[in-house]
Each structure stands twice: as structure tokens, then as C-alpha cells.
């Protein structure tokens, strides 16, 4: 499987994780095992990948698009969010101790991750959620910083 297919099947996973596996199955209309199938890294589930309609769906109700933030990735994009949607309360202050907090917990992480020299897939998965965390408060540091009133 390349790179890429693997890329996308982690997201993939990220998005039924966040929305939830029951929730999922009624947003698509795909059962729990097809569901399963989209994000498998099995070698005979490598050419699935979950249909756009469906991912539209369960990005709808994710608390992040994470399909779609990892095609944007992958084409080096950069996505920011709706004008129309709110950002978090707070200012620039609260984003930067969001930040350093977020950064903190993402280093200890890693830490521990390469401690014998080795990160496994739940050390990876662990990051790979710490980071995605990080990029969150970002976005919404983005968000007030573009704010034509923006505030400490």
C-alpha cells in the first residue's frame, strides 16, 4: 500500500472514531464491517476508500474534517475555516496558553513514544491525536488573529 492510501485510511479512521462507529453507520447507510473496510490496512481492503458522499456526511457531524484536511495536506493546502462560523472564546492570550499547553502535551508524548527507540502504532496513534489537537488550536488562533477586532 503507498503512502498516500495509507495517509488517507488513517484519517479515514480518525473521522468514524469522531463522529462515532453507531452514529456513522446511520449518517452513510454502511454498515459497521463496510465502515471498517474504507480505513483497513489489510492487503486485500487497499483499493477501498470510503465513497465522497460519505465522507461528506460524517465530516458534518466530526468535530474536524479530517478526510478532507489530509487530501488538502497531501496536495500541500491550507485550509482555514467558514467566515460564518464562530471562533472560540477568548483572544490571541487564551490561543497562545491553548498553544504551549497543546505543544506540551504533543513533546511529552513523544517523549514516552521514543523512549526505546521505537514508536508503535498506539504511540503513533497517540501523536498522530495530539497533533491533530495542536493544528485545532491553531486554526482557531488563525481565526481571531484574522478577526477585524481582534483582542488580547
Same mark, same amino acid.
Given at each position: 500500500m503507498?503512502?498516500y492510501?495509507?495517509?488517507?485510511k488513517k484519517?479515514?479512521?480518525?473521522l468514524?472514531k469522531?463522529?462515532g462507529?453507531e452514529?456513522?453507520?446511520?449518517?452513510?447507510g454502511?454498515?459497521?464491517?463496510t465502515? &471498517?473496510?474504507y480505513? /483497513?490496512?489489510?492487503?486485500?481492503h487497499?483499493? $477501498? *476508500?470510503?465513497?465522497?458522499?460519505?465522507v461528506?456526511?460524517?465530516e458534518?457531524?466530526?468535530?474536524y474534517?479530517?478526510v478532507?484536511?489530509a487530501?488538502?495536506?497531501?496536495?500541500g493546502?491550507?485550509?482555514?475555516y467558514d467566515?460564518?462560523?464562530g471562533n472560540?472564546? &477568548?483572544?490571541i492570550? /487564551?490561543d497562545?496558553?491553548?498553544?504551549?499547553? $497543546? *505543544?506540551?502535551?504533543?513533546m511529552?508524548?513523544?517523549n514516552m513514544s521514543?523512549?526505546d527507540?521505537?514508536?508503535?502504532t498506539?504511540?503513533?496513534?497517540r501523536?498522530l491525536r495530539?497533533?491533530t489537537?495542536?493544528?485545532?488550536?491553531?486554526l482557531e488562533m488563525?481565526l481571531h488573529l484574522?478577526?477585524?477586532?481582534?483582542?488580547?
Open positions: 503507498s503512502g492510501n495509507s495517509y488517507l484519517h479515514t479512521e480518525a468514524v469522531d463522529v462507529i452514529n456513522a453507520c446511520k449518517l452513510t454502511k454498515s459497521k464491517a465502515l &471498517g473496510r480505513y /483497513s490496512d489489510s492487503d486485500e487497499a483499493d $477501498r *476508500f470510503m465513497p465522497v458522499d460519505a461528506a456526511a460524517l458534518a457531524a466530526a468535530s474534517p479530517h478532507t484536511s487530501l488538502a495536506e497531501m496536495k493546502i491550507t485550509l482555514s467566515d460564518e462560523r472560540s472564546e &477568548g483572544g492570550n /487564551s497562545v496558553i491553548k498553544l504551549s499547553q $497543546r *505543544f506540551a502535551v504533543l511529552g508524548e513523544y521514543i523512549e527507540g521505537v514508536i508503535t498506539n504511540e503513533a496513534k501523536l495530539e497533533t489537537a495542536l493544528q485545532k488550536v491553531l488563525k484574522e478577526d477585524p477586532n481582534v483582542s488580547a
